[in-house]
């Protein structure tokens, strides 16, 4: 018995298995982190929806970043592999010419794809998340788990300061969405468009973001020239 034990724990696990059409329609992204292109670590969040197109092994869509206090926005397209053993890699080319390169791991049925950015200099990982086809603010409705990190810029004037924040909010549905911080609650407004971006504004903070998994998550990030921040609500 003790044999069979011995030998049973020494079997490797099974190792994850894809389709090769696993990943195909459209997701949205989020990524953070930092990058030295501009010759000092400098942070960088974005967001954004791409669609990959099985058939011809293609990918499309838009992509919004904040780098270092600077909001740009671009159609992207591109071209992917995808393997077996879930691994995806891609680039994408925006309106200005730049390339950029991705490798990542997806969950079997392609639902989820955590990734990093391989472009020398670049220190950003994020997600790939599934989007409904058409999104309303409806989708938008329920209690969430509301989380924000980042820093701020030299736009912001003095040093860097990184800053987090923990807490709940509640969408009604009709654009409006109740954030709590301890004993305060704060009101905040929000759209969601047709291709399931949602934009968010409470005080002076502004966000854009992804409505992904069915209305679960929105993966977001802030587009004010102080803060590089990014934020997630999820069930």
């Not at 924000?148 to 654009?175: E, I, K, N």
């Not at 969405?177 to 934009?199: M, N």
Request: proline fraction near 4%.
């Amino acid at each position: 018995m003790r044999a069979s034990i011995l030998i049973f724990c020494a079997m490797p696990a099974a190792a994850a298995v894809c389709g090769l059409n696993d990943i195909e329609g459209a997701y949205g992204f989020q990524l953070s982190g930092s990058s030295t292109i501009s010759g000092r670590p400098s942070p960088v969040g974005g967001v954004g929806r791409l669609v990959f197109e099985g058939n011809r092994r293609t990918v499309s869509g838009y992509s919004s970043v904040n780098f270092n206090g600077f909001f740009l926005g671009n159609p992207v397209t591109g071209s992917y592999q995808f393997d077996s053993d879930c691994t995806l890699t891609w680039s994408m080319q925006d309106d200005s010419g730049a390339f950029q390169h991705f490798k990542g791991t997806a969950d079997p049925g392609g639902a989820r794809v955590d990734y990093v950015q391989t472009d020398k200099g670049s220190g950003s990982k994020g997600t790939l998340r599934k989007v409904a086809p058409a999104c309303t603010a409806e989708a938008l409705q329920g209690q969430y788990r509301f989380t924000m990190s980042g820093s701020s810029t030299p736009f912001a004037g003095g040093p860097p300061v990184t800053d987090s924040v923990g807490t709940t909010a509640v969408a009604d549905g009709a654009g409006h969405l109740t954030i709590t911080r301890g004993d305060g609650k704060e009101t905040a407004g929000y759209t969601v468009d047709g291709d399931c971006f949602v934009q968010i504004e409470f005080g002076a903070t502004k966000l854009r973001g992804i409505l992904v998994d069915g209305g679960r998550t929105v993966l977001a990030m802030q587009t004010d020239p102080q803060h590089v921040a990014s934020a997630t609500l999820s069930k």
